[in-house]
């Protein structure tokens, strides 16, 4: 197997690639993102179980893809964004290389010894979709505690009202700081519904019900869209357990409609397209 | 200077007389300046990074009305809304948050005369804490703040042995507050304080802010701006964290056709939208620019101006920046580029 370093230092002598989206040593047990652009810039790029961004979110950015093929390190979880985007005609696959490994998880936070919750019941630990495949380093984690089924059955058991007030104390702590949706690969839209005015659809305001209308709407545009990749709830300062709400929205995709987003770069989207045997159980 | 004692038991307890007087106090629990309620918060932050957000709340709200408003086909009738009316009281700041309100102050005060801010600022009594805690992204020291600064505390702890605390009093309001509970209070004794004191290591500047500011006087159109950031994500938590960032936005809200209220609302540089003309034209297109202001302000303007850098070296903004970017890296980075 090729060393990453190698491997992209030779995707850019040879002009294969015009820069490549990677990670780099940031501290001793963290990493960032790094664009190499000369085949010198490879030297720092590394791939290992502190790489925790979902780099895929790049890709949304023009400034950053556009010139050129681009080459992106991406995680069995990352390419599941980069899949969904090409779903949506984000982006084409013939203008990206995938550098790839077989995932050994990521850490939850910087020196953590238990995985990411992003990474329980990971499916795609082998990549699905890749043009280059290079070795992941880094030591073995351990499995973190499952908050998420209890919280689940909880909120699953509540009433309409209760649920409400439920999500409205969750999201009361939010500051409208928006770095859920700039750090979400599949919120890309040129003008998001929240910063639009004329009508002003959203409160701009950081009022409990700001607040709450905001959160849901994202979690509404995000239903059968997100993978679950957590980069809004890592992004939230205000630490708002965001992963939760899309993951019962991933749930509902999945037990309703049997789609799960990111998985296959040929299956239609989920609200794009339209099945006769589609479940309607929930239309009263 | 005029020293107290105190034990933690009834610095606790001290805190929660002042919530019996109907009084907001925030208390440092190591994790954020949590608003007391239960009377059982326990007081850390000694050894503790920087809360993840400072507590410029108390003084510049994440978002609140500055009037409302009623109209009719003839008139428009403006209701002020009632400032302040509640003394906010922070236990355990960090000196680098404690010198938040003092910086800001100035630009509040600058040619008008920002009662929201100043009313609040008034009513906030805030006790500061000595701070044995220096990670990667402090840097207090190189914008003149220090671990054992006082400056912007009204009383300041002093962590001993035992869970005791010495109490300097540092301005007449710090005083003020304590005066009516003296019972809780024992002699202080300045040298045990002054050995903790000295026992805190000073960290080592970073950079020369004075280098800083003058190769930022001579470089607003350098190619260092776009390699610089380039990884940002515009996400502005940065600016949300930051003790000091005060930018905002205002907006009305109508509740009908004819009631509604206009709120003042945190803003940042970082956001595309945050100088974007009616026009479509926006002179910060890009990142790099966006960045370049927000070091800028920090490093320049805000000095130009009020003679004061926009930033006490917390570090919170680089901790916890989703794309891994440092300031004080960064800044680091211009200084040596003026050697």
Redesign the interface.
Known sequence: MTELKNLVKSLLEEGKVTKVIGYRMYGENNTKPYIAVTPNDAEEMVLNTDCRNNLSVYLTKKEIINGGKTGIVAKGCDIRNIIALIQENRIKEEDILIISAECKGVGAEKGSAVYANKCVNCSVKTPHLYHELVEMKGSELSQPKDKYTEAKEKVLAMNSGERFEYFSNMFSECIKCYACRQACPMCYCEQCIADMSIPRWIESSATDRGNLSWNMIRAFHLSGRCTGCNECERACPAEIPLSFINKLMYDTAKEEFNYESGMNKETPTLIGSYNTKDNDNFIQ | MEEKRITKENLIKLGSNWVNDGMNVYVNNGKKYTLMKLHEEDLKGFEEAPP??SYKEIVFP??EPILYYKKSQKEVEIIEPKIGGVKNIVIGAKPCDAKSISIMSKVFNWDYKDSFFNVRAEESVIIGMACKYND?HCFCTSVGISPVSTDGSDLFLIPLANDNFGVRIISDKGKELISKYESYFTNGDSEESENVLSSIPIPEKKFNAENVKSWLDKNFESEFWNTTA??C?????C???CPVCHCF?I?D?DYSFTEGRR?K??D?CQ?G?FTKHASGHNPRD??PKRYRQRVSHKFKYYKDKFDEYLCTGCGRCSR?C????DIGEIVERIDKLTN
């Open positions: 993840l957000m994440k978002t990667e380039e990884m994500l515009g996400c502005s938590q600016a949300f964290v936005d907006v809200e709120m609302n945190w940042a956001n939208l890009k990142q916890g989703p794309a891994g970017i």
